[in-house]
């Protein structure tokens, strides 16, 4: 049984203000508040042995990582980076939703096949290439302890999709910034939820 800290990362300036989509394509850095947050989570999880560190390559999520582990090696890979949202980047939803309503109402409705922001990616997509990874990961580690830092869109829509949840209900699962999710992935891949956006 292989037991998963995830971790969505810490504040960013994006957050701090408000609700503006920052994707998959948008590289930007922790806030001072960001980096406590991480500090905050490196005390939560200091009792954990970890085995191994992942994280997605942009320097939200890995600055997190590195503080969260006690700066232990931190090894990126692409299949953790956070969604395309097209042209929903960078914009908060009440700037898109009126350039678009239609795309939006699509996107609600049924995310697995609708492309955020017109040109980014489906619900499908990012599950599929998030799921691949943690298939990957299982093979090499059976056991032990891991610590996962990613993002909100692509840890909700993984969560959604091995809960059995439709994946249009992603924001029924709270991903705060820099907040512990830990479930443990079985040796046919499945999951079992042990804590959600939690404080250990």
């Known amino acids: 049984m292989l037991n998963v800290y995830l971790l969505r990362h810490g504040q960013t300036p994006y957050n701090a203000d ?6 998959g394509y948008t590289d930007i850095p922790l ?11 490196r005390e939560q999880l200091k009792h954990i042995q970890l085995d191994a560190v992942y994280s997605s390559p942009l320097i939200r999520a890995y600055r997190t990582a590195e503080i969260a582990s006690n700066y232990q090696t931190v090894i990126t890979d692409e299949r953790l980076r956070e969604a395309n949202f097209g042209a929903w980047e960078g914009k908060r939803q009440e700037e898109f939703v009126p350039e678009n309503e239609q ?39 059976n056991s032990g302890n891991i610590l996962v830092a990613g993002h909100n869109g692509t840890n909700r829509f993984y969560l959604c999709h091995k809960l059995d949840m439709p994946l249009k209900h992603y924001r ?21 939820l042990q804590l959600l956006n939690s404080k250990l």
């Open 18 to 23: 408000g609700t503006r989509y920052s994707g």
């Open 31 to 41: 806030t001072e508040k960001g980096i406590e947050q991480a500090h905050i989570s």
């Open 103 to 141: 795309l939006w109402a699509d996107w609600n409705r049924d995310p697995g096949v609708t492309k955020a922001g017109g040109t980014g990616e489906t619900a499908l997509q990012i599950v599929a290439r998030v799921n691949d990874f943690f298939e990957s990961i299982r093979q090499k580690h």
């Open 172 to 192: 029924k699962i709270v991903q705060l910034n820099a907040a512990i999710t830990m479930f443990t992935l079985d040796e046919e891949g499945g999951l079992t």
